[in-house]
């Protein structure tokens, strides 16, 4: 089992930024790939960023390029999202995500149904 708990939402101006931690415990953290989803009103769960389990490697979805940076600290059992130059559009409940399994150090999983361990969720909102 892995426990994740997002943290770092808020509401922001246009152009704002915001980091969002995602603090997680049970299983080895350090053995898992991880991710950032995002869930807009009336929206489907789309994916944001995605990061090897050294942290070594990490891949965005087009529209946060650029602006987004994920890291982690295994150390601390950590993952970040740095976001910058925030808009309108990124408002959205946030979750980080784990895979059930490792896939090797090279694994950046980008579908949602890679996924099995699920935070509850930080609300972001970027005022226009």
């Known amino acids: 089992q892995v426990q994740l708990v997002e943290s770092g939402g808020g509401l922001v101006p246009r152009g704002g930024s915001l980091r969002l931690s995602c603090s997680g415990s049970g299983r080895s953290f350090s053995q898992l790939a991880m991710g950032w989803f995002r869930q807009a009103p009336g929206k489907e769960r789309e994916f944001v960023a995605t990061?090897?389990?050294?942290?070594?490697?990490?891949y965005y979805t087009d529209s946060v390029k650029g602006r987004f940076t994920i890291s982690r600290d295994n150390a601390k059992n950590t993952v970040f999202l740095q976001m910058n130059d925030l808009k309108p559009d990124d408002t959205a409940v946030y979750y980080c995500?784990?895979?059930?399994?490792?896939?090797?150090?090279?694994?950046?999983?980008?579908?949602?149904?890679?996924?099995?361990?699920w935070g509850q969720g930080t609300q972001v909102t970027v005022s226009s």
């Open positions: 990061i090897t389990l050294d942290g070594g490697r990490s």
């Open positions: 995500a784990a895979p059930y399994y490792t896939q090797g150090a090279a694994y950046l999983p980008r579908s949602q149904h890679e996924y099995g361990y």
